[in-house]
């Protein structure tokens, strides 16, 4: 993954995986599967285990502890209405950066 891409992944990555999380509650290997499976293969598990940390302090998720066959409980991570509106806000963001930037290329900046 260039640097250029890992940057912009940084103000990003939230609300992929809160994007994600909508409507399905996941825990974090499955969550590192589903970004895989959609194209971003180059982030490392450590990555999002720590922005599950994050957006779990935030109060942005409900957390909860589920049996695993395989192991050690597994935390499962379900969006709450806090991060369903702060999800809401990035699209917003997202569609206004995304439209300027469109443009600025248009106009061949």
């Not at 260039?2 to 969550?31: D, F, H, N, R, S």
């Not at 709450?80 to 997202?94: A, H, I, R």
């Amino acid at each position: 993954m260039g640097k250029q891409m890992t940057e912009m992944l940084k103000g990003t990555l939230e609300g992929i995986v809160l994007a994600l999380l909508t409507g399905k509650p996941a825990y974090g290997y499955e969550i590192t599967t589903l970004l895989r499976d959609r194209g971003f293969a180059d982030i490392a598990e450590g990555t999002v285990y720590a922005l599950l940390v994050r957006i779990e302090q935030k109060g942005l998720v409900d957390v909860e502890k589920r049996p695993s066959e395989k192991g050690p409980p597994r935390k499962v991570y379900t969006l709450n209405t806090q991060g369903d509106e702060y999800l809401k806000e990035f699209w917003t963001t997202w569609s206004f950066l995304a439209e300027r930037l469109e443009q600025l290329r248009d106009e061949g900046n």
